[in-house]
């Protein structure tokens, strides 16, 4: 399937130079968004996945249709100040600003394998901040998976030490 297709780019977003990849027009294509889901659900299983884990916002979509489909747990990893108890935090840069990931200390535990899901992958410093936390917590990460991969940003490079799976690749911004 090409994915391109459902995935609309917006020039100058959010800011001037920056071409925004909406994957709202792909979670509006049934067909398209049950194609991502089944082909990472399909990764999640190849890597060993016990537990799968998605990143504030868009990382919830992706990872949490896949755990359903698996009949996994899903470990929702957070902005600050949105979990409610006893949390680990890990600070990562992004392709413009700085941010903070958090995720309950007990969310993951030593022998799990987690697989990760998120929409886009650009300089990887969101991803990377995410296996860091579950890495703190004593768990491994077994994998990637990403819709977009935005290959000029060079995220793949930066998450070099780990299986990552991209389901299309834009150039630029």
């Known amino acids: 399937m090409n994915l391109k297709d459902t995935i609309t780019?917006?020039?100058?977003?959010?800011?001037?130079?920056?071409?925004?990849?909406?994957?709202?027009?792909?979670?509006?294509?049934?067909?398209?968004?049950?194609?991502?889901?089944?082909v990472f659900a399909e990764y999640a299983k190849s890597v060993g996945a016990t537990v799968i884990a998605g990143p504030e916002a868009r990382g919830f979509i992706f990872g949490a249709a896949?755990?359903?489909?698996l009949g996994l747990g899903f470990v929702p990893i957070r902005k600050p100040n949105k979990l409610p108890r006893a949390q680990i935090t890990e600070e990562y840069s992004l392709e413009y600003g700085t941010n903070t990931l958090c995720m309950h200390e007990d969310a993951v535990k030593k022998g799990d394998k987690v697989v990760l899901f998120d929409d886009l992958l650009a300089t990887g410093g969101t991803a990377l901040a995410a296996a860091h936390l579950i890495e703190k917590a004593g768990a491994e990460v077994a994998g990637m998976g990403f819709v977009i991969d935005l290959i000029d940003l060079g995220g793949k490079k930066l998450l070099s030490k780990y299986s990552v799976k991209t389901l299309t690749e834009f150039e630029g911004e």
């Open 9 to 38: 780019s917006i020039p100058n977003f959010p800011k001037e130079g920056i071409i925004f990849r909406d994957i709202t027009t792909l979670l509006q294509n049934g067909e398209a968004f049950k194609y991502c889901v089944d």
């Open 66 to 69: 896949v755990a359903a489909k």
